[in-house]
């Protein structure tokens, strides 16, 4: 037995609760011990019936006048009512519902413990269905997510028994580093973060388990970037941006020139680029991308571009096929659901080297994807691919130059610590001649107005979004796309040619559609969000927003990047009934603002921080304790403290460092495993 024991083999736990813990992604003693509280019961400080304070969890400590009466409301409903005094400030009346076993327990005359919420005034307070131990009882509680069938309670007795078989946990963190930081050792964490002693003691263990996390996170960046600190092979010594802007059906705007010429310095460094370009939604990022990759290709290189989705990717290859027409730079494309023939036929041109520019998914990382000299990697909307992603097709080439996309703007402290030695560059200007999107905020009840409006654009000949939110199980106010472009389709719009696009749908058959979209076939296409990310329809004008309270900021300013892409003025319509103040202040953002980064600042502000990091949005690792803002200071700690231990080891293949290099792995999953 040990701490990566199934934890169906702890007392108590069967498979089925296995499966149930399952949900809350434990599998393993570890996993167990590892699943933290949410918050605690404070037992241990109760209160008088004056001191508690409405509507809040909190601990009254009363003696308990006489036993609990029974009051038969009707079939069904039976209360169980009683008075507890605490002898100083007052009496609190509890009532029990359809409990006859736990109101039966109490004694008149003794002294309990009741945790729950008082409700009542001042003069009188009442307390419904509290917990309630005898007046010794003087702990704090942990309380956990809950899932279906798995009680905070059962969760508590399962971690409970997990600590008898935690004997070979090993801490990942060095024992120079606990003793510099003054931390507590592992095990006694673990166990004061589930049963503290106090609530100092919790917030010790909290700072422990807070750094590790972090120290874990910090050892694996700096892992991950060390590549940057070598030395390349790939030199591009000459700059070719002038011929690629000739041929170019526009003129560059000031702002492309700039990125372009701040990547073309550090392309002939003989150091690998690793630069971050910042856009927002229609700068025309791809064009940056474009010139760099002609510049790859002038000087002998091969160029990789990877998207998160075919769609994306498909486009991609289109636009960069375009944009590099007459160059004598030959365009690829690999994706998953290509057939078998064309994959092979792909990846022979690649490793003969008559590809020069491969655009594809994630099908670009797979083993049997070869370059012939790859020097140039290009990501495009990072924030879908893992750290570790970027750094496997990086691996495909002798330390290649790479190029990060991003039309998600991140507040600077955290860039720096994720992109820590990343370089930014900013595309701060859209290209001439676009109108800003005007945006309204409309009810249900404009709805048939709003239809009426996307008509009348049309019949000019231009195209149309209508997005709804994506349809969660079990709710059934909302209307799913399907439902919805059928209704729309025989109803307001029988004589317009209506498409729907979902992600349930299969890649080949997105593609299908948003080809047909984007040739005008489909007039109005009726979309979820994965209509979101950089889809390019210049025709397209109007763009109608179902249930917009339910989307985040950034999102909306995703969606609404769709239109206003081409030379027509476009439309934006919200559609809400939202009342609460959040939603309406989002719309009223909307509304107001146009620029992507002073959105992204209102976002982080609405949402918090927490929310903008848990979320995946960066190819982070997921955080389980710490909080990348709360926990500021120890972010630093831990840089400091990681630094000494990569420059002495930096593979971690010290014995002693076995723990950490081990716990690393696992934060960041098999990517960094294959690094090393
Ligand atoms: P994003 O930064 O969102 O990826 P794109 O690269 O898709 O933006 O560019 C948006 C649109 O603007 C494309 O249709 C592109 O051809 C066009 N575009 C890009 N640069 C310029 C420019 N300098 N002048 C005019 N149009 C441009
Ligand atoms: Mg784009």
Not at 201 to 212: D, G, I, P, Q
Not at 490 to 519: I, N, Q, T, W
């Amino acid at each position: 037995m040990s701490v990566t024991t199934g934890i169906q083999f702890i007392k108590g736990v069967g498979p089925q609760r296995a499966e149930q813990f399952g949900r809350l992604g434990v599998a393993t003693v570890e996993d167990l011990v590892r699943l933290y509280p949410r918050a605690y019961a404070d037992w241990s400080a109760p209160l008088t019936v004056s001191q508690a304070p409405l509507g809040e969890p909190c601990c009254i400590k009363a003696r308990l006048l006489a036993p609990f009466a029974e009051h038969r409301v009707r079939k069904g409903l039976t209360l169980y009512k009683a008075n507890a005094d605490d002898g100083k400030s007052g009496l609190l009346q509890i009532t029990l519902f359809n409990n006859r076993y736990l109101a039966q327990k109490p004694q008149a005359g003794e002294e309990y413990l009741f945790y729950g919420r008082t409700a009542g005034n001042l003069l009188r307070k009442e307390m419904a269905s509290p917990e309630i131990e005898p007046a010794s009882f003087a702990k704090i509680r942990p309380i956990y997510r809950q899932t279906e069938g798995l009680s905070s309670r059962v969760i508590e007795g399962a971690v409970q028994k997990a600590f008898a078989l935690t004997q070979d946990l090993r801490d990942p963190l060095p024992q120079t580093v606990l003793e510099a930081y003054g931390l507590m050792p592992l095990e006694q964490a673990l166990r004061q973060i589930h049963f503290p002693d106090s609530m100092e003691t919790m917030e010790a263990a909290r700072r422990r388990l807070v750094f590790e996390e972090l120290f874990l996170l910090q050892a694996g960046l700096s892992q991950l970037k060390a590549r940057s600190r070598g030395e390349t092979s790939c030199l591009f010594s000459q700059d070719t941006t002038r011929d690629f802007a000739a041929r170019l059906p526009f003129s560059l705007t000031g702002a492309q020139r700039r990125v372009i010429a701040e990547c073309a310095a550090d392309l002939q460094k003989g150091r690998p680029m690793n630069r971050l370009v910042q856009g927002d939604v229609g700068s025309g990022k791809t064009a940056v991308a474009a010139a760099l990759c002609h510049m790859a290709a002038a000087n002998g290189f091969q160029a990789a571009m990877m998207a998160p989705t075919e769609i994306l990717a498909e486009q991609h290859y289109r636009s960069l096929s375009g944009l590099l027409k007459g160059t004598g730079v030959t365009v690829g494309l690999l994706t998953g659901s290509a057939a078998k023939a064309e994959k092979e036929r792909v990846k022979a041109a690649l490793l003969a080297g008559d590809i020069q520019l491969l655009v594809g998914t994630h099908a670009l990382l797979q083993e049997t994807v070869a370059f012939r000299r790859l020097g140039l990697v290009v990501t495009d909307e990072q924030h879908r691919f893992g750290v570790g992603q970027r750094a496997a097709l990086a691996a495909k080439g002798d330390n290649p130059h790479m190029l990060v996309m991003s039309a998600t703007p991140i507040p600077r402290t955290l860039a720096l610590i994720i992109y820590g030695d990343l370089d930014v560059s900013v595309i701060d200007e859209l290209p001439p001649g676009r109108q800003p999107v005007e945006t309204y905020a409309v009810s249900t009840k404009l709805r048939q107005r709003a239809y009426g409006y996307i008509q009348k654009h049309l019949d000019e000949g231009r195209q149309g979004y209508v997005v709804c939110p994506l349809v969660e199980e079990g709710e059934t106010e909302l209307i799913p796309a399907a439902q919805y472009a059928e209704k729309l389709q025989k109803g307001p719009f029988r004589d317009y040619r209506v498409g729907l696009l979902h992600g349930r749908m299969k890649p080949a058959e997105k593609e299908a559609v948003m080809r047909r979209f984007s040739h005008g076939e489909i007039q109005l296409l009726v979309s979820t969000t994965v209509v979101e990310v950089g889809v390019d329809v210049p025709n397209a004008v109007i763009m109608v927003v179902e249930n917009a309270e339910r989307f985040g900021l950034s999102q909306l300013h995703q969606l609404r990047g769709r239109i206003g892409r081409g030379e027509h003025q476009s439309t934006c319509i919200l559609i809400s009934d939202a009342r609460n103040p959040e939603a309406l202040r989002r719309l009223k953002v909307m509304r107001d603002t146009a620029d992507g980064f002073q959105i992204a600042d209102e976002d982080l502000r609405l949402r918090g921080p927490g929310d903008f990091f848990g979320s995946r949005q960066h190819g982070l690792p997921d955080l389980k304790i710490a909080d990348m803002m709360e926990d500021m200071e120890v972010l630093r700690q831990t840089q400091r403290a990681v630094r000494p231990i990569l420059e002495a080891d930096p593979s971690l293949l010290n014995p002693a460092h076995a723990p950490l290099k081990a716990a690393v792995e696992r934060l960041f999953g098999e990517s960094i495993a294959s690094m090393n």
